[in-house]
């Protein structure tokens, strides 16, 4: 049980870190969709499409800790769907300008 505690809390922190991250760069961020990395600019989908895989690699490692997969469907069709949704999050909250 104290386990269980101690990951939630953990997400719960990591949570409200991501949300506020969001808000402070969507408030702050009026320029155009490209990424600067290393000197080399980037289309902000590359950068969008890379941040929605981590976050579904995130909800698939709190799949796996809460024991939650019995609860889901289809696992390509569940992931596949979540990848597209937090790419589309990503691209909404720091380009939506």
Known sequence: MKARRIVLTFIAVGLAFVVVSFI???LFSYHSPTVDVLGSYFPAWMVCIVSGLALTFVAYWIVQVCSLKRYIGPAPLIYSCLMII????????????
């Not at 937090?86 to 939506?96: D, K």
């Open 24 to 26: 402070a760069v969507s």
């Open 86 to 97: 937090f790419t589309f999050a990503t691209w909404i909250l720091f380009y939506g300008n």
